[in-house]
């Protein structure tokens, strides 16, 4: 069964600053997506970011991108110009080519200093 | 659109007793799932559906029943509630179930508190 790992239960950036949220993985696939989502305080789990695992080129969205290394199976979120709405629970998420099931990690809740 | 939709947003029930989560969606996903969030523990697939009439167990399906009459409702019902299953319940839904990455859109969440 596959695993996801998320080793820092909570991080802390100044605003407008860098910072990155580590995610790591176990499978034995070689195809397959991970996810990025945010919760904040409301509850709504949204969708920041995906890649897909065929694709060597990191994805992007905006002040998000992501650093995937497969041979390591790591996938950290890159998180810049940090704002204040940025603060939330930070999840990392896989899913098989072949799966219709999502596996979480524990997360990590960001906090923003103004 | 609504998007996903879930009810209640809190609910408090006593050791035993039987109670349904109802889930909609307006997109027309053909895929619906039921997780749960428990502290330090992300999300847990509790039952899934890829379409109407077809379910199938996830990660955590004891205590849990499905049932997919439409292509809107998914709704999950606990049959006889235990503390164990205190947790906030999210469903979600997506196009074409989770083929090529497709997004999965989450409810807002239903608070259960057993007892």
């Known amino acids: 069964a596959q695993t996801v790992t998320q080793s820092q239960p909570e991080m802390s950036v100044q605003e407008a600053e860098t910072v990155t949220l580590s995610c790591t993985y176990d499978?034995?696939?070689?195809?397959?997506?991970l996810f990025w989502y945010k919760q904040p305080p409301s509850r709504q789990m949204i969708l920041v970011i995906r890649?897909?695992?065929?694709?060597?080129q990191n994805a992007t969205e905006n002040r998000f991108s992501v650093n995937f290394q497969k041979a390591a199976k790591s996938f950290s979120l890159k998180i810049s110009d940090s704002q204040l709405g940025d603060a939330a629970m930070y999840f990392c998420?896989?899913?098989?080519?072949?799966?219709?099931?999502?596996?979480f990690g524990g997360g990590t809740r960001l906090m923003v200093k103004p | 659109n609504a998007g996903v939709t879930q009810t209640p947003k809190f609910q408090v029930l006593k050791t035993g007793q039987s109670m349904t989560l109802q889930c909609a969606q307006d997109?027309?996903?053909?895929?619906m799932s039921w997780y749960r969030q428990d502290p330090g523990m992300g999300l847990r697939l509790i039952h899934y559906?890829?379409?109407?009439?077809?379910?199938d167990q996830g990660e955590v399906p004891n205590g849990y029943n499905v049932s997919r009459s439409t292509t809107e409702d998914f709704p999950l019902r606990l049959l006889s509630a235990a503390p164990s299953q205190t947790s906030v319940y999210f469903c979600?839904?997506?196009?074409?179930?989770?083929?090529?990455?497709?997004?999965?859109?989450f409810g807002p969440g239903t608070r259960l508190t057993v007892l």
């Open positions: 979600a839904s997506s196009y074409q179930g989770l083929v090529r990455g497709n997004e999965q859109f």
């Open positions: 499978t034995s696939e070689s195809d397959y997506y």
């Open positions: 890649q897909e695992a065929y694709k060597q």
């Open positions: 998420a896989y899913r098989g080519n072949a799966g219709n099931m999502l596996t």
């Open positions: 997109m027309n996903h053909e895929y």
């Open positions: 559906s890829v379409g109407a009439g077809i379910t």
